[in-house]
Structures are given as C-alpha cells and as structure tokens.
C-alpha cells in the first residue's frame, strides 16, 4: 500500500527549516488520533446531541462493513487506492462518531459495570500516553531530525542582534533553535493539562442539572431520571354533569 500521506513539501521562513509532510506521518496521525480521541470524550460529557436515523444493529454492522468494504475497493482499484483508503478512514470516523452522538441516554442511577470500567480506564490510558508521551515525543524527533532543531549553533536571534531589527536595542539573551523546540514541546504539555483538568471537573458535572434561579414566578421544571425537561400536558376540561343527575 502506498504512503496515504501526499508528497508535500514547504520551506518554512526563517530559516526554521523543510516541512516534509511524509517526514511528520507519525507527528500528523497521531495528532489526529488523539484529536479525534478527545473529541469523543467531549462528546461523551454532554447529552446525545442527533436522533439515530435507523437501528443500533445496523449501525454496529455497518462499522466492520466500511472497514472490509474499503480494504477490498483499494485492493481492486488500485489507480484509486490512496483515495479510497483515506475514504474509507474518514467514513469509519465520521460514523462512530455519529454513533456517539446518538447514543441512548444513560440512567445516572445506574451503576457502570466491571466491562464499563475496564474499558474507560483503558481509553484514559491510551489519550494520557498519547497526549503526555507519544506526540511530544514524535515532534521532538521531527523537530531534531527534520526540521535541524537540534543544532545549538543556530539561533533565532543573538543577544547582539536589535530587537526585531527595528530599534536599536539589543534582546537581553540569545535564543537558539534547541530553546524553540523546548518552547514548543512545553506549550504542547501545557495545552493538554489544562484540556485534561477542564475534561476531568466536565466528566464528573455530566448528570448534574441546573436548578431554577430564586424568585422566578414559574413553577420548577420538572426532569426526569436522565435530566431531561419533561413535557407539560393540560388536564383535560370536565364535563359538567346535568341537572337532575
């Protein structure tokens, strides 16, 4: 199978280097992954947004169905397989995450079963070693291999260069390339912290349900188990009985 990633190249200004697309396949995929990774977790904190327009067997079916299908058109067609399998990737994603989306609500009286945490912990794991170890790692490596980050002798700018070259002010310290790529690498960590904590305060308020401010003149809302608003139904007017009855 050919390399799913284009043959794209772009000389960044500078002098920060040559971005290679194919070079930063394993930065790019598993930036995705762990994009997609978080996006179904947010969509796991907020209630079924979509109504699922047909059976949840037929959606289950369908996942195996777009995996197979795909793999067998690329093997076929193989003038088109680049485009097929990127395809076909796309649909599966874009599919489970409907399948998310129009999830039945859950009881927030239930209790998660053994299986139910089992998995949850597994997929915390996988996000945390992707987000803490496996893409900064992988930039590191792009950053020093690719892109010649790791070369002390270059420098962004010298304590006796003039601030933006502009006014005649020397920077305080030198910066070189080594220091830009540790910059780098710390605002990815840092991103993901605070995207974690703010997950982490979201996934534990999931089931909580906003109450009525004070003094408000309407009844409470009524809500059911799932914390959703029920609807309000008029009582039926009653017939007067007739006189004499």
């Known amino acids: 199978m050919p390399n799913l990633l284009p043959d794209w190249s772009l000389t960044l200004p500078w002098g920060l280097g040559e971005f290679d697309v194919r070079a930063a396949g394993r930065l790019i995929w598993f930036s995705l992954l762990l994009i997609y990774g978080i996006a179904i977790v947010v969509a796991l904190v907020f209630p079924p947004k979509l109504k699922r327009p047909f059976p949840s067997v037929v ?11 795909g793999l067998v ?17 796309a649909a599966l994603a874009a599919h489970i995450f409907m399948l998310v989306l129009s999830r039945k609500p859950r009881d927030p009286e239930r209790a ?20 803490y170890a496996i893409v900064p790692h ?13 070369d002390n ?18 920077y305080p310290f030198s910066m070189d390339f080594p ?28 089931h909580e349900v906003k ?25 039926e007017a009653t017939v007067p009985a007739p006189e004499g009855a």
Request: hydrophobic share 55%; with cysteine.
């Open 211 to 235: 109450a009525s401010p004070e003094g408000a003149e309407t009844a409470p809302e009524r809500r059911s188990r799932f914390g959703r608003p029920l609807r309000r139904t008029t009582p």
């Open 112 to 131: 998660a079963t053994w299986a139910e945490c089992f998995a949850g912990a597994v997929g915390v794991f996988a996000l945390f070693a992707l987000a």
């Open 73 to 89: 058109l690329g093997a076929v067609i193989t003038s088109l397989q680049r485009t097929i399998i990127l395809a076909a990737l």
């Open 153 to 170: 002798a270059k420098f962004i700018f010298t304590s006796d260069d003039d601030i933006l070259g502009l006014i005649n002010i020397h």
């Open 179 to 206: 220091a830009l790529r540790d910059v780098v690498v710390t605002g990815i960590y840092a991103q993901f912290l605070v995207l974690n904590v703010w997950l982490w305060v979201k996934w534990q308020k999931r």
């Open 59 to 69: 959606g289950y079916a369908l996942i195996p169905v777009i995996i197979v299908g």
């Open 138 to 150: 992988e930039w590191l490596e792009f950053a020093n291999k690719q892109l010649g980050w790791g």
